[in-house]
């Protein structure tokens, strides 16, 4: 299969310039830093996926706001210095957001508004203008997890506006495209968009989800004392994620998931394996891991699976997260684990 190059082995920056606690510029300054940078190339990690909020970028008028396009400079030159490639998310965007703790959110109406859809265009020509000289550093993922399902046929098509618009701009720049179902993997062969040769289908995995965000307060039904281990059975992870949540459901109920381990990541990929090589692209996984209640030794057994199946057919990874968001690499709660999380990494 075909491979994204330069975005093998990554991890996200997310909590920095993306669903951080407060606008606040210290929190922007000190958060990520040239030592950051320096110190993500020194684990050998080949890029970086910079999850950004749109009210980082503009105001509620859309104007820009300098100091938050200046984020993203800063990283990309940072970024060049200590030879990583660097991956621009829009996590949220006016008019849309997939945080589950903003229960408010109608995450249907973005994909039907017009006017919307214009302010979401209008950002990323501003930030094709300013990365389009970067083609073989910089790529581009339009929005972050499109929660539902039923919008599949008006994000393809949004997908499709975006793409013709990136083009227009900048040519040769890769463009990362996820599908529905919080970019569930599973939703990879509903894409049904143009594609070349510098388009690469995303997708996130954190299955089995009742094992990767045991204990999550975000995760509505989920007790904060749940525990559970790795690996399990199917039936089992199955069980506990009926008696908590239909948010658990996930892959894990996919007809055709094998028994977990190399196994199970196996079958669930394949049809976004089967979709991405008949599309003639690469396949990327743009966020996975562990919450830090779980288990360390848990961890690495999880890690360790997924990571087999990643390297097995080639699938460029980044993941979730470099610094706090419950799943810190370089948090307290891996520190007597990390440098065997590294070495799987």
């Known amino acids: 299969m075909k491979k994204f190059e330069g975005f093998q082995k990554g991890v996200n920056l997310g ?8 606008y606040d510029t210290k929190h922007f300054d000190t958060f990520i830093t040239e030592e950051d940078i320096a110190y993500i190339a020194g684990l050998k990690f080949d890029h970086v996926r910079v999850p950004v909020d749109y009210n980082v970028l503009e105001d509620e008028e859309g104007n820009s706001i300098e100091s938050g396009f200046a984020y993203l400079e800063n ?15 829009l996590h949220e965007c006016y008019g849309y957001s997939f945080d589950p703790l903003k229960k408010d959110m109608d995450r249907k109406k973005f994909f039907y508004d017009e006017a919307l859809q214009e ?19 910089v790529a581009f993922e339009p929005l972050n997890e499109v929660v539902l399902h039923e919008v599949v046929d008006a994000w393809n098509e949004i997908c499709g506006k975006y793409i013709r618009l990136i083009r227009s701009i900048a040519p040769q720049t890769y463009i990362v495209i996820g599908g529905v179902c919080y970019n569930n993997v ?10 070349d040769e510098r388009v690469v289908y995303n997708f996130h995995c954190y299955e089995p989800m009742v094992f990767s965000h045991q204990g999550a307060y975000w995760v509505d039904y989920m007790p904060s004392d749940f525990r559970i281990g790795y690996p399990k059975t199917l039936e089992e992870y199955r069980g506990a994620s009926m008696e908590l949540t239909d948010d658990l459901a996930g892959a894990i109920f996919s007809e055709n998931a094998g028994e977990i381990g190399t196994e199970f990541f196996e079958k669930i990929f394949a049809p976004a394996i089967e979709a991405a090589e008949k599309a003639g692209v690469a396949l990327y996984c743009g966020e996975y891991g562990v919450i830090d209640l779980a288990n360390n030794e848990d961890k690495l057994r999880w890690l360790s699976d997924i990571h087999a199946t990643f390297k097995k057919y080639g699938i460029g990874r980044a993941l979730w997260n470099y610094k706090e968001k419950d799943f810190g690499l370089v948090d307290e709660s891996f520190k007597s684990i990390k440098d065997r999380f590294i070495e799987i990494l």
């Open 15 to 22: 909590g920095w310039i993306s669903q951080f606690a407060e």
């Open 75 to 89: 990283c990309r030159k940072w970024c060049e210095k200590y030879g990583l490639h660097m991956l621009i998310d």
């Open 186 to 195: 599973l939703s990879v062969p509903l894409l049904d968009i143009p594609v």
């Open 119 to 137: 302010r979401f265009f209008a950002l990323w020509t501003k930030l094709a203008e300013r990365f389009k000289d970067y083609p073989e550093q």
